[in-house]
Protein backbone atom coordinates (compact mmCIF):
# COMPACT_ATOMS: atom_id res chain seq x y z
CA UNK A 1 0.00 0.00 0.00
CA UNK A 2 0.76 3.53 -1.19
CA UNK A 3 0.12 7.23 0.09
CA UNK A 4 -1.34 8.68 -3.35
CA UNK A 5 1.15 10.91 -5.31
CA UNK A 6 -0.27 14.49 -4.60
CA UNK A 7 1.49 17.46 -6.01
CA UNK A 8 3.96 16.03 -7.68
CA UNK A 9 5.86 14.22 -4.73
CA UNK A 10 6.23 10.60 -5.54
CA UNK A 11 4.35 7.94 -3.34
CA UNK A 12 5.28 6.27 -0.49
CA UNK A 13 4.43 3.38 1.25
CA UNK A 14 2.81 3.27 4.27
CA UNK A 15 2.28 -0.46 5.65
CA UNK A 16 5.72 -0.96 5.55
CA UNK A 17 7.87 0.76 8.57
CA UNK A 18 10.75 3.69 7.46
CA UNK A 19 13.70 4.64 10.21
CA UNK A 20 12.48 8.65 9.47
CA UNK A 21 9.16 7.54 10.31
CA UNK A 22 10.17 5.44 13.49
CA UNK A 23 12.35 8.37 14.69
CA UNK A 24 9.60 10.86 14.32
CA UNK A 25 7.46 8.85 16.18
CA UNK A 26 10.09 8.86 19.25
CA UNK A 27 10.33 12.43 18.68
CA UNK A 28 6.30 13.02 19.42
CA UNK A 29 6.31 14.19 16.23
CA UNK A 30 2.91 13.96 13.71
CA UNK A 31 4.52 12.11 10.82
CA UNK A 32 4.26 8.41 11.33
CA UNK A 33 1.79 5.97 9.99
CA UNK A 34 0.04 3.33 12.33
CA UNK A 35 3.06 0.28 10.88
CA UNK A 36 5.76 2.93 12.40
CA UNK A 37 4.45 3.52 15.33
CA UNK A 38 3.37 -0.39 16.16
CA UNK A 39 7.80 -1.18 14.56
CA UNK A 40 8.93 1.45 17.90
CA UNK A 41 6.67 -0.13 20.16
CA UNK A 42 7.73 -3.44 19.15
CA UNK A 43 11.30 -2.77 19.50
CA UNK A 44 10.73 -0.97 22.90
CA UNK A 45 9.45 -4.12 24.22
CA UNK A 46 12.40 -5.85 23.35
CA UNK A 47 14.73 -3.16 24.09
CA UNK A 48 13.48 -0.65 26.59
CA UNK A 49 16.13 1.54 26.24
CA UNK A 50 15.63 2.00 22.68
CA UNK A 51 13.29 4.96 23.44
CA UNK A 52 15.72 6.85 25.24
CA UNK A 53 18.68 6.40 23.43
CA UNK A 54 16.95 7.92 19.78
CA UNK A 55 15.68 10.93 22.11
CA UNK A 56 19.15 11.44 23.22
CA UNK A 57 20.69 11.63 19.94
CA UNK A 58 18.18 14.69 18.70
CA UNK A 59 19.44 16.26 22.02
CA UNK A 60 23.24 15.54 20.94
CA UNK A 61 22.42 17.06 17.17
CA UNK A 62 21.43 20.25 19.07
CA UNK A 63 24.63 20.49 20.85
CA UNK A 64 26.87 19.33 18.01
CA UNK A 65 25.07 22.12 15.68
CA UNK A 66 25.13 24.77 18.49
CA UNK A 67 28.94 23.72 18.94
CA UNK A 68 29.83 24.15 14.97
CA UNK A 69 27.79 27.37 14.67
CA UNK A 70 28.37 29.31 17.86
CA UNK A 71 31.54 28.28 19.08
CA UNK A 72 33.72 27.36 15.38
CA UNK A 73 31.57 29.74 13.53
CA UNK A 74 30.31 28.15 10.33
CA UNK A 75 28.01 29.18 8.53
CA UNK A 76 27.17 26.15 5.69
CA UNK A 77 25.65 22.71 6.86
CA UNK A 78 25.12 19.64 5.10
CA UNK A 79 22.83 17.16 6.87
CA UNK A 80 23.08 13.71 5.95
CA UNK A 81 19.91 11.39 5.78
CA UNK A 82 18.25 14.38 7.74
CA UNK A 83 15.05 12.85 8.44
CA UNK A 84 11.51 14.23 8.67
CA UNK A 85 11.48 18.01 9.43
CA UNK A 86 11.25 17.79 13.73
CA UNK A 87 11.73 19.80 16.36
CA UNK A 88 15.24 21.91 16.93
CA UNK A 89 16.01 21.23 13.33
CA UNK A 90 19.70 22.08 12.20
CA UNK A 91 18.63 25.04 10.04
CA UNK A 92 16.89 26.40 12.88
CA UNK A 93 20.13 26.10 15.70
CA UNK A 94 22.24 26.88 13.07
CA UNK A 95 20.63 30.16 12.68
CA UNK A 96 19.85 30.89 16.02
CA UNK A 97 23.73 31.20 16.45
CA UNK A 98 24.62 32.39 12.68
CA UNK A 99 21.91 34.15 11.50
CA UNK A 100 21.80 33.54 7.62
CA UNK A 101 23.99 30.21 7.86
CA UNK A 102 22.90 27.95 4.82
CA UNK A 103 21.60 24.18 4.96
CA UNK A 104 20.63 21.49 2.84
CA UNK A 105 19.21 18.85 3.88
CA UNK A 106 19.60 15.16 2.26
CA UNK A 107 17.18 12.24 2.47
CA UNK A 108 16.38 9.54 0.57
CA UNK A 109 12.73 8.90 1.62
CA UNK A 110 10.07 10.88 -0.60
CA UNK A 111 8.13 11.74 2.81
CA UNK A 112 10.93 13.68 3.91
CA UNK A 113 11.30 15.49 0.74
CA UNK A 114 7.49 16.39 0.63
CA UNK A 115 7.04 17.61 4.32
CA UNK A 116 10.53 19.70 3.98
CA UNK A 117 9.93 21.25 0.76
CA UNK A 118 6.57 22.53 2.48
CA UNK A 119 8.03 23.36 5.71
CA UNK A 120 11.38 25.14 3.86
CA UNK A 121 9.20 26.95 0.71
CA UNK A 122 9.71 30.66 2.17
CA UNK A 123 13.14 29.87 3.02
CA UNK A 124 16.03 31.08 1.22
CA UNK A 125 18.86 29.85 3.19
CA UNK A 126 17.73 26.33 3.46
CA UNK A 127 16.91 23.69 0.93
CA UNK A 128 16.28 19.74 0.93
CA UNK A 129 16.78 17.25 -2.17
CA UNK A 130 16.63 13.93 -2.39
CA UNK A 131 19.55 11.47 -2.78
CA UNK A 132 20.71 8.24 -2.17
CA UNK A 133 23.85 8.27 0.68
CA UNK A 134 25.38 5.23 -1.12
CA UNK A 135 26.22 7.28 -4.25
CA UNK A 136 27.93 10.22 -2.48
CA UNK A 137 29.55 11.74 -5.31
CA UNK A 138 26.22 12.29 -7.18
CA UNK A 139 25.15 14.10 -4.00
CA UNK A 140 28.11 16.51 -3.88
CA UNK A 141 27.63 17.28 -7.43
CA UNK A 142 24.06 18.24 -6.77
CA UNK A 143 23.62 21.56 -8.23
CA UNK A 144 21.80 22.93 -5.30
CA UNK A 145 23.93 21.68 -3.12
CA UNK A 146 26.41 23.34 -5.22
CA UNK A 147 24.40 26.68 -5.35
CA UNK A 148 24.17 26.69 -1.29
CA UNK A 149 27.64 25.19 -0.26
CA UNK A 150 31.18 26.68 -1.07
CA UNK A 151 33.51 23.92 -0.63
CA UNK A 152 36.28 25.91 -1.02
CA UNK A 153 35.21 27.10 2.87
CA UNK A 154 35.09 24.77 5.78
CA UNK A 155 31.52 23.17 5.88
CA UNK A 156 29.59 21.30 8.93
CA UNK A 157 28.55 17.87 7.61
CA UNK A 158 26.26 15.76 9.82
CA UNK A 159 25.58 12.28 9.58
CA UNK A 160 23.70 11.37 12.48
CA UNK A 161 22.03 8.31 13.36
CA UNK A 162 21.96 7.47 9.24
CA UNK A 163 24.84 4.96 8.97
CA UNK A 164 22.91 1.79 10.87
CA UNK A 165 20.26 2.47 7.82
CA UNK A 166 22.69 1.21 5.32
CA UNK A 167 24.04 -2.56 5.50
CA UNK A 168 26.82 -2.33 3.60
CA UNK A 169 29.36 -1.45 4.85
CA UNK A 170 32.12 -0.78 2.33
CA UNK A 171 28.95 2.30 1.51
CA UNK A 172 29.66 3.53 4.62
CA UNK A 173 33.51 3.94 3.99
CA UNK A 174 33.03 4.95 0.58
CA UNK A 175 30.78 7.86 1.90
CA UNK A 176 32.69 8.94 4.70
CA UNK A 177 36.20 9.43 2.33
CA UNK A 178 33.64 10.86 -0.23
CA UNK A 179 32.64 13.58 2.66
CA UNK A 180 36.40 13.79 3.90
CA UNK A 181 37.80 14.24 0.52
CA UNK A 182 35.04 16.91 -0.99
CA UNK A 183 35.30 19.39 1.96
CA UNK A 184 38.56 21.70 3.13
CA UNK A 185 41.02 21.39 6.04
CA UNK A 186 38.42 23.00 9.25
CA UNK A 187 35.30 21.27 8.32
CA UNK A 188 33.91 19.23 10.84
CA UNK A 189 31.34 16.06 10.59
CA UNK A 190 28.91 15.07 13.39
CA UNK A 191 28.50 11.36 13.52
CA UNK A 192 26.78 8.96 15.27
CA UNK A 193 25.51 5.40 15.01
CA UNK A 194 23.68 2.52 16.87
CA UNK A 195 26.72 0.61 18.05
CA UNK A 196 28.04 -1.46 21.01
CA UNK A 197 30.89 -3.04 22.70
CA UNK A 198 29.73 -6.65 22.46
CA UNK A 199 29.50 -8.19 19.25
CA UNK A 200 26.77 -10.61 20.44
CA UNK A 201 24.19 -8.29 21.82
CA UNK A 202 24.66 -6.34 18.42
CA UNK A 203 24.15 -9.55 16.44
CA UNK A 204 20.93 -10.13 18.42
CA UNK A 205 19.39 -6.32 17.59
CA UNK A 206 20.29 -7.38 14.02
CA UNK A 207 18.51 -10.01 13.92
CA UNK A 208 15.32 -9.00 15.50
CA UNK A 209 15.03 -5.83 13.12
CA UNK A 210 15.66 -8.04 10.19
CA UNK A 211 12.83 -9.78 11.15
CA UNK A 212 11.07 -6.70 10.53
CA UNK A 213 12.04 -6.16 7.21
CA UNK A 214 13.77 -2.65 8.19
CA UNK A 215 17.44 -1.97 6.33
CA UNK A 216 19.70 -1.78 9.16
CA UNK A 217 23.06 -2.51 10.90
CA UNK A 218 23.97 -1.71 14.32
CA UNK A 219 27.83 -2.48 14.31
CA UNK A 220 30.13 -2.40 17.49
CA UNK A 221 31.96 0.41 18.49
CA UNK A 222 35.41 -0.79 17.38
CA UNK A 223 33.63 -1.24 13.51
CA UNK A 224 32.34 2.16 14.31
CA UNK A 225 35.46 3.88 14.82
CA UNK A 226 37.77 1.97 12.23
CA UNK A 227 35.08 3.82 9.87
CA UNK A 228 35.94 7.04 11.14
CA UNK A 229 40.23 6.52 10.22
CA UNK A 230 41.42 9.83 8.64
CA UNK A 231 39.08 12.44 10.81
CA UNK A 232 40.38 13.87 14.27
CA UNK A 233 37.67 13.37 17.00
CA UNK A 234 37.19 16.80 19.07
CA UNK A 235 37.17 16.31 23.17
CA UNK A 236 35.41 14.19 24.13
CA UNK A 237 36.42 11.83 21.60
CA UNK A 238 34.17 8.93 20.43
CA UNK A 239 31.67 8.24 22.96
CA UNK A 240 28.17 7.19 23.66
CA UNK A 241 26.42 10.62 22.78
CA UNK A 242 24.42 11.37 25.63
CA UNK A 243 27.98 12.06 27.47
CA UNK A 244 29.16 14.09 24.37
CA UNK A 245 29.03 17.57 26.42
CA UNK A 246 25.69 17.10 28.31
CA UNK A 247 23.90 20.46 28.96
CA UNK A 248 21.01 19.97 31.54
CA UNK A 249 19.68 23.37 30.15
CA UNK A 250 19.27 22.92 26.74
CA UNK A 251 15.81 23.07 25.17
CA UNK A 252 13.99 20.20 26.06
CA UNK A 253 12.03 17.62 23.37
CA UNK A 254 8.54 17.21 22.86
CA UNK A 255 6.62 14.97 25.12
CA UNK A 256 5.93 11.48 23.55
CA UNK A 257 2.78 9.39 22.70
CA UNK A 258 1.14 8.46 25.28
CA UNK A 259 1.64 4.77 24.28
CA UNK A 260 5.54 5.76 24.82
CA UNK A 261 5.63 7.24 27.71
CA UNK A 262 6.69 3.89 29.85
CA UNK A 263 9.47 3.50 28.12
CA UNK A 264 10.72 7.01 28.90
CA UNK A 265 14.09 6.93 31.45
CA UNK A 266 14.86 3.48 30.78
CA UNK A 267 17.62 4.19 29.39
CA UNK A 268 19.88 3.56 32.33
CA UNK A 269 23.79 3.70 32.19
CA UNK A 270 24.37 0.62 30.55
CA UNK A 271 22.75 -0.70 27.46
CA UNK A 272 23.38 -2.95 24.92
CA UNK A 273 23.80 -0.51 22.09
CA UNK A 274 23.57 2.82 22.11
CA UNK A 275 24.15 6.26 19.39
CA UNK A 276 27.75 6.24 19.43
CA UNK A 277 29.64 9.31 17.84
CA UNK A 278 30.85 12.25 18.45
CA UNK A 279 32.49 15.47 16.09
CA UNK A 280 35.52 15.07 14.06
CA UNK A 281 37.22 17.79 12.26
CA UNK A 282 38.80 17.26 8.77
CA UNK A 283 42.63 17.69 9.32
Avoid at 2 to 12: I, K, L, Q, R, S
Avoid at 51 to 58: F, G, S, Y
Avoid at 62 to 71: E, G, M, Q, S, T
Wanted: glycine share 8%.
Amino acid sequence: MTAPNDGGFPAFPIDVPTSARMYDYCLGGKDNFPVDRAAVLHVCRQYPSSLDVTRENRRFLYRVVRYLARDLGLRQFLDLGSGLPTQANVHEVAQQFQPGARVVYVDVDPIVLAHGRALLADDQTTRVIAADLTDPEKVIADPTVREMIDFAEPVGVLLLSVTHSIVDDAAVRHLLDTIRASVVPGSYLGYSQLAGPDPASVAEGNAMVKRMGIPWKNRTTAEVAAFLDGWEAVDPGLVDVKTWRPDPDQPPLAPVDEALRPYLGQGGDETPFYEYGGVLRRP
